[in-house]
């Protein structure tokens, strides 16, 4: 049986959450390889709301889920997590949840550059989350990082503790602040220790495990592909790569173990925070999708902005990330519109582009090329085959695969796990 690897194919928020949900309840693990606490999943589970940043979605099922090396880890946002969920029912123990060793820590000194550093940009803010992702990635590459291993060894740090507070104490004396406070720091690393510790373990020896027995593994990205540190609207961008090729790094398994490659892909596009946007409706239309949509960040809550779909930049996002096939979400947000637009290509200084250039002020100016199309007065809500969709979105999805050159593999039709269409299985290829 293949293992899948889910990504978001936008600027993320594309409803992975429910996608992963659905998926997990058929998988054996559940792994996270990149990201943080910036990652917003809701899952709705019949009457339930599970809300997620950390934690990968099979949690809720009671699959084995892990979090992979690529992944930067709030201790303290990892036991709020945990505390919240096990509230709701969830249960949560070292047989179906586990933390690699080797994943680095976001710390309080993290957070507060992540803030220091987005106050003084003013106009030129990047749109961060402020907890701490960025600068946690600088001190991993900078190799500096204090990892969840170091936990075990908190009385031989000096060393490491001397080269991370050099960098910080420097930086936080060009924003006039003092410096690190290392006994806080070191006394707040001892209090929550013994807690990360309990989950913590070379996950890569367990997946080898899991994988060798012929086990379905589930690998969750975050964000979206537009949002990767290479691929996307950089510098608006996250800290880490959220590509598909990261789930054989970020987790510790090889390349070949990342199986059916399913991106995530709203049925128009939304973004969160700053960067380029070249199908954004700041109009009713705009605001119409965000209602209906209910368009506000899990993590943040913050409004996102709302557009067409951008078919450029999803079948971009599917070469770039070698995308098998791709789960179509919230396609009855678009119920009701007599008129629907699709973003065919882009001119730009007088010449037609059938991509995103690299350049932020490029990326900045692109003109959108629309498709018109009829949209449909029925609803699609809950539909669970083709049989309950109307002609008219039938023709859009068609469409859409063609100008991304990716086949659909599902279609969510609102937030309720059952209500998917299934038309092609990831896990069976």
């Not at 806080?184 to 070379?202: F, G, N, S, T």
């Not at 809500?381 to 695969?401: E, N």
Request: proline share 5%; charged share 25%.
């Amino acid at each position: 049986m293949a293992n899948v690897t889910v990504i978001g194919a936008q600027w993320g928020d594309e409803g992975k959450g429910k996608i992963v949900d659905w998926l997990a309840s058929r998988a054996d693990a559940v792994v996270r390889f990149q990201g943080g606490h910036n990652a917003g999943h809701t899952l709705v589970v019949g009457d339930q709301v599970y809300k997620l940043s950390l934690l990968p979605s099979g949690i809720v099922t009671g699959t084995l889920s892990i979090i992979g090396n690529g992944v930067v880890l709030d201790p303290w946002h990892l036991k709020a997590e945990i505390e919240k969920l096990e509230g709701q029912g969830v249960v949560i123990n070292t047989e179906n949840f586990a933390i690699a060793d080797n994943c680095p820590l976001i710390l309080p000194i993290h957070r507060d550059l992540d803030g220091l550093r987005e106050t003084a940009a003013g106009s030129g803010k990047i749109g961060t989350t402020g907890r701490g992702i960025g600068p946690a990635y600088e001190d991993k590459v900078g190799r500096r990082a204090i990892r969840v291993c170091d936990l075990a060894h908190l009385d031989a740090l000096d060393s490491q503790l001397d080269r991370l507070c050099a960098h910080h104490d420097a930086l936080r004396a060009g924003f006039g602040e003092p410096p690190v406070d290392r006994r806080r720091l070191l006394d707040d690393l001892k209090e929550i220790a013994p807690y990360v510790l309990q989950y913590a373990q070379p996950v890569w020896k367990r997946l080898k495990k899991v994988r060798k027995a012929g086990a379905r593994v589930l690998f969750e990205g975050a964000q979206g592909v537009l949002l990767d540190v290479d691929h996307g609207t950089y510098p608006f961008v996250t800290s880490s790569n959220t590509v598909s090729g990261t789930a054989a790094s970020g987790s510790g398994l090889g390349p070949n173990a990342t199986g059916f490659v399913l991106g995530i892909v709203k049925a128009y596009t939304t973004r969160v925070g700053s960067g380029p946007f070249p199908t954004e409706l700041e109009d009713e239309v705009g605001q119409r999708l965000g209602e209906r949509g209910h368009e506000f960040g899990t993590v943040t809550g913050r409004k996102r902005r709302c557009g067409w779909f951008d078919a450029v930049i999803v079948r971009q996002s599917c070469a770039v990330s070698g995308v098998t096939g791709i789960a179509l979400t919230k396609l009855d947000v678009l119920d009701g519109f007599e008129t629907i637009k699709i973003c065919t290509g882009y001119r730009l200084n007088g010449k037609i582009l059938d991509y995103l250039p690299s350049h932020s002020a490029d990326q900045a100016n692109v003109e959108p090329i629309y498709e018109d199309m009829p949209g449909w007065q029925e609803t699609t809500a809950g539909a669970r085959s083709w049989a309950d969709l109307p002609a008219q979105a039938i023709k859009y999805v068609q469409r859409i695969q063609e100008l991304i050159e990716t086949p659909v593999a599902l279609v969510s039709t609102s937030p309720e796990r059952e209500d998917t269409i299934l038309v092609r299985d990831p896990f069976a290829d």
